[in-house]
């Protein structure tokens, strides 16, 4: 699908934070609920992902990302286009799931 000329895209956020002292797993936490707060879904246990409308909108969640980073840890951003990521098999055990489909309407800020 394209808008105004630009593909749509995922957005995923892979991430490996130390949980071993309560200050890192508030860390985490407060991470975790940025990410929720951004317009975010959980996929995995530390495996977040949002569709966007434009590259802009990209840019916009990439730099609300990188300024939400903990200071230790490693996180990862990955992009996708529409088409990369309904290819993505999706394994429920050994049933076969479809994968996430983007958003019925798009959102206005």
């Known amino acids: 699908m394209k808008i105004s000329g630009y593909r749509c ?3 995923v956020v892979f991430f490996d934070l130390p949980t071993d002292t309560k200050k ?12 929720l707060d951004d317009g975010f879904a959980m996929m995995q246990y530390s495996v977040y992902f949002r569709h966007c409308a434009s590259n802009e909108n990209i840019q916009v969640h990439l730099k609300r990302v990188r300024s939400m980073v903990p200071p230790d840890g490693e996180v990862r951003v ?14 429920l055990g050994k049933r076969r799931v479809e994968t996430e489909s983007e958003p019925a309407q798009l959102e206005m800020f």
């Open 24 to 35: 890192a797993r508030r860390q985490y936490t407060e991470f975790r609920h940025q990410l």
């Open 9 to 11: 895209m995922w957005l």
């Open 78 to 91: 990955a992009q996708f286009t529409d088409k990369q990521f309904a290819r993505m098999e999706v394994y």
